[in-house]
């Protein structure tokens, strides 16, 4: 099939960039450049063959890990102990290191803006840092800090619990998380955006999310309000940068200690840079395909101009993309040979995924310069759609604004605006394997988890991950070490390909059980090449400070402000 093209022409302007982009024709994403001046062309980045053995880089597939899974008996034995102090200190087994997080519970500081349990979260963070583990990860929420009224923040809470991370001895991973709690798989509590914003949702409900159908998402703002001065005078983009900045100067202590690794900057449902396309608590059910949303006003307007100065003033959003909980063939849109393939589906489906793309960007700017100077890397994770991945139509990645097709990569843009901040791209689903899932979701989890890493790692970045559902088995972390360093080991230094870190989903009462335990505890041995956890500081020397976000014609995306004219 023949791919389009978009030629974008880049400006540079004091330290950021403006992009327009000028369709020819048709309206897809390609990369690369040609030309040494004038406009920049930038051509489709070409998706792997999918693999079931091996990571892709630009020089090629890698080989496949020898066995490093985790044992049997997790229980040291007094020889294993000795075993691992005497390689301890091996400068070539410590490059092999990949540092353990662990998640937080979500409710550990109350809606009432409470730390909850202090001694017995104290007792495990002590218990969690006896057997090597690195750090924890923890949202900071929006609606709890910000919640008494437009710039009132209440850091309190959290500054005891940063103080007691400390005191254990443990790094942090710090979430801002602008996202509501609640009604999602893994969701324990109920944890709304701050009351004040809703209450400007309930005279203009278009600020949320929106199906074909007018049924609001309230689980973050719509990107359609990015740029939009509804919040007493505020953007939404500058309701997070505010949040941020005060975040800044009220956490200046920590971020000087260097307590914290990264902060990952939410971008949207479950902090990830994605579209709510699937909400739990409105009736989705694995595995449906979702549904777009991009059917409040201010998006609605965003893509009629669009079309317009394409001279398809007729085209309008998809009405026929069917609902949540339908399978691809089952509509008109994902079917084969579908809208999707028409010249006016790939229309729209590049205008949804730049838009997405455009989203991240922007608040990423924001973030970058919000933390410039500071001792810290930003993160943005990425969601892990695994299911109708080996569809034709890949439908719930599209709904979700991943525009990747069997010809057509659709996260190799997302790692390439990655690039642009020097962020860490965060992924999730690390633990699963394709024989897990039910045959009709046609699920490809391990291809999928693949083919992101390989672009992270293609775009020089640091890539990060998660499992997405509690797992205590050595099956699921056989499965996360595999993917941590797909060669396994080198005892001869550095491994070809590891992952900066892995965080686990999450810190409780069940984890603690003792059998389980046991098992996670030699997970994180052999996470950390066996080496002993007395080297840890040697893995965080070489964060460096927070520096300027890169112009846009130096790491080329697809996506950056798409004006279509």
Not at 310 to 333: I, K, M, Y
Not at 533 to 550: A, C, E, G, K, W
Request: charged share 25%.
């Amino acid at each position: 099939m023949q791919m389009e093209n978009i030629v974008c022409v880049a400006q540079r302007i004091n330290m950021g960039t403006r992009i327009t982009f000028q369709l020819e024709e048709r309206y897809n994403l390609q990369h690369g450049m040609s030309g040494a001046g004038g406009a920049i062309r930038v051509e489709r980045a070409r998706k792997q063959r999918a693999t079931t053995h091996g990571f892709k880089l630009d020089r090629g597939l890698v080989k496949k890990q020898r066995r490093v899974g985790v044992p049997f008996k997790a229980a040291a034995t007094a020889e294993s102990e000795a075993q691992v102090r005497t390689i301890s200190k091996d400068p070539i087994m410590l490059a092999n290191y990949v540092p353990v997080y662990v998640m937080l519970p979500l409710g550990v500081v109350t809606n009432d803006n409470v730390l909850q349990d202090r001694v017995g979260l104290e007792n495990q963070l002590k218990e969690l840092q006896a057997v090597g583990v690195d750090g924890v990860m923890v949202d900071v929420w929006w609606g709890i800090v910000e919640s008494k009224g437009p710039q009132q923040y209440d850091w309190s809470a959290y500054r005891t619990l940063f103080q007691m991370v400390q005191d254990c001895k443990l790094k942090l991973q710090a979430i801002m998380s602008f996202h509501k709690c609640g009604g999602n798989v893994g969701d324990s509590v109920l944890i709304p955006l701050p009351k004040w914003v809703l209450e400007i949702g309930e005279s203009d409900p278009d600020i949320f999310y929106t199906n074909r159908k007018g049924i609001r998402n309230k689980e973050c703002l719509s990107l359609g309000v990015d740029n939009q001065p509804l919040f007493h005078g505020r953007t939404a983009i500058e309701l997070y940068t505010d949040y941020m900045q005060s975040f800044r100067d009220n956490m200046e202590d920590f971020l000087e200690s260097e307590l914290m690794i990264d902060i990952e900057v939410g971008l949207g449902p479950a902090g990830e840079l994605r579209y709510p396309s699937y909400t739990k608590n409105l009736g989705w059910e694995f595995p449906g395909i979702g549904e777009f949303q991009c059917y409040d006003k201010y998006l609605k307007a965003d893509f009629k101009g669009a079309a317009l100065r394409a001279d398809h003033p007729e085209w309008e959003l998809p009405d026929n993309a069917g609902e949540s909980n339908d399978v691809p063939e089952s509509t008109e849109f994902f079917k084969s040979g579908g809208t999707y393939q028409t010249e006016k589906g790939k229309f729209f489906l590049t205008w949804y995924s730049n838009k997405l793309l455009t989203h991240g960007d922007e608040i990423l700017d924001e973030a970058n310069n919000v933390f410039l100077g500071c001792k810290v890397k930003l993160a943005a994770k990425v969601a892990g759609i695994h299911w109708w991945y080996k569809a034709e139509s890949h439908a719930a990645e599209l709904t979700s604004g991943y525009y990747n097709l069997h010809h057509r990569d659709g996260y190799r843009p997302v790692a390439r605006m990655l690039s642009r901040h020097n962020a860490i791209l965060n992924f999730t689903c690390l633990e699963m394997r394709n024989h897990e899932q039910p045959a009709k979701a046609q699920s490809g989890a391990q291809e999928l988890v693949q083919q992101v890493l390989s672009c992270g790692w293609m775009e020089n970045l640091e890539v990060a991950g998660e499992n997405a559902l509690a797992r205590y088995d050595r099956e699921a972390y056989n499965q996360i070490l595999l993917n941590a360093r797909p060669n396994g080991v080198n005892q001869f230094g550095p491994p070809t390909l590891k992952m900066y870190g892995v965080t686990y989903l999450r810190l409780s009462d069940k984890l603690m059980q003792q059998t389980n335990f046991n098992i996670f505890k030699a997970f994180v041995r052999k996470m950390h090449a066996n080496l002993d956890f007395s080297l840890l500081p040697n893995i965080y020397r070489n964060i460096v400070q927070t520096q300027r976000s890169t112009i846009i014609s130096q790491y080329l995306w697809s996506g950056r402000s798409p004006r279509f004219h």
